[in-house]
Each structure stands twice: as structure tokens, then as C-alpha cells.
């Protein structure tokens, strides 16, 4: 959720439950002022808390050229002091963070060890062995950054419109988005997934007769298995207000003011992932 708005950001949310006390709201909000400019960020966001035993993270991103090739992750146990999340590449970090059932503690050098999956070979005689399951350390602040990268590529969601591409291939938020209307406000195909496409361009731009190549370019969430199971979308009228929610992920809520740039999106959960979501419907 973009900064300049925060407070009124925070009060649209407020109808799923999540909220900070004032206390939080003042020192978050000047705190990542002062991230901003110290980093010289073009934009600067608050992207949610995860809960833990102790203390619990709360989590910001900001970005200097492209909005989504550029954004560099913080993490704060005190709301005032930030850390910049580490960029895990590792594979095994992340099936790591995947499999660990337990719950984060609130310190970022608690190391926990975790069991991989085994691995199965088939030999020359097609014969079936399986190796020892390796053991793997994983870092909290590893476990956090890996989670953070999960979810935000999951279901971080964003306005149809709201991101422009320039010829260059940089993508930046556009100035001329004025907010959806009455007529697309409902429709789940306005809503795309706030990270670089995994779908190839014209796939995503043979699904709409409107096509605009420098906004079409995002993934759709409409396109996340299961078809439109993913995500639950509300409308609340007389606030002009739209609400998805995550179905995967319980916790990361986006907003939209119809007919204002005013949106964005927060995660307040323990960084747990809803895997019975195929018997839910």
C-alpha cells in the first residue's frame, strides 16, 4: 500500500479486520518517509505484517526505476529501525520455507532445521530408490524474506491500468489511471498480479478484445488455479469500495476506491498457506 495514502488506506481495511493502533500508525508512516528518502525511492509501500511468538515483522518495499524489477524488501521489529530483507536464490531455502511447520519466532537469526522431501532415482533395471531426506538450516530472516517473495508473487494485486510500460521495458505506476468504473469494478478480469508476467504477452492479450499492450502485460488473477476460486472478490456499494481477498494466502486484502487511484494491498497473517482451499467449494 503506496504511503501517500496510508491513514485512509488503512481505514478501507479496517473492514476485514485489519488495523494498527495509532501509536503504529504514526511511527510506521514517519519511518518509512525517512526510509524513502534516505534510499531516494520513487515509491515507497507498506506491504503488511506477519505475526509471531514474540515480535512480529512488519514488512515495506520501495523501488527507484521499475516498480517491479527494482523493489528492494525491509523488514522492522520496532517500527523504526529497518532492515533490508536478504535476496535468497537457493532453491532449497525456499522448499525449506515451504515445508517448516513451525511458527515464526520473532528473532532473525533463530536458525531451525528442516527435512526436505526425499528425492527418488530410477535406476538402469527401472528400479525405484530413494535417497535420505536432507537436513537443511533455515535462517528466520531467510524463512521471512523467502515467504515475502512467495506471497507478493502469489497474490499481490494491483488495478488493471494502475502499472504502464514504457517502450524501454521499464514499468511504472500510471499517471493518467483514474481508477476503474461501475461497469469494471466487478469483473475479476480487471485485476492482474502485481509482479513480472510468467504468461507469455499474447496469451494475456488474446483474452481481451480491449487489449492495451502497455497495460495488458500483468497476469490476470482470473487465471489462478482454481479458476477464479483464488481469490473472492466484494463490492461494497456505499462505500464505492472493492475488497479481494486471498484465498490462498489468508491475510493479503486489496482495496480499490472506484474512481480514484487510491489502492493497494496489505498482509496481516502468520505466514501460513491454505492448502485444503480444492475442498472448499
Known sequence: MNIEFFNE???????????LTPEQKVLIENSLIVLQNENRFSGMYFWGRIST?????YIAFGYTHDCLKDRKF???????????????????????????REPFIGDPILVTSVELDPTFEIGANQ?????VPERVKLKEEERLAAIVFIITEECAVCPRGALYKLTDGRVIPN???????DLHVENISNYQILRLPRCDLKHNLLKRSDYNYAIDFLDCIADVIPLRQ??????VR????????SCFWPGMTFFHKIYSRKHGFLYFGNGKKNYD???MY
Not at 511468538?53 to 515483522?57: A, G, K, L, Q, S
Not at 528400479?127 to 535417497?131: E, M
Not at 456505499?238 to 481477498?245: A, Q, S, T, W
Open 74 to 100: 525491509f523488514y522492522t521489529l520496532d517500527g523504526y529501525q529497518w532492515m533490508m530483507l536478504p535476496f535468497v536464490h537457493s532453491p532449497k531455502i525456499f522448499q525449506a520455507t515451504i515445508l517448516c
Open 53 to 57: 511468538i514474540t515480535r512480529d515483522y
Open 238 to 245: 456505499n462505500e464505492r469500495l472493492v475488497i479481494i481477498k
Open 175 to 181: 499517471q493518467m489511471f483514474r481508477g476503474l468504473n
Open 277 to 279: 482451499i480444492s475442498f
Open 9 to 19: 488506506g488503512l481505514e478501507c481495511l479496517m473492514y476485514c479486520g485489519q488495523k
Open 230 to 235: 483464488a481469490f473472492s472478490l466484494n463490492f
Open 127 to 131: 528400479v525405484i530408490s530413494a535417497n
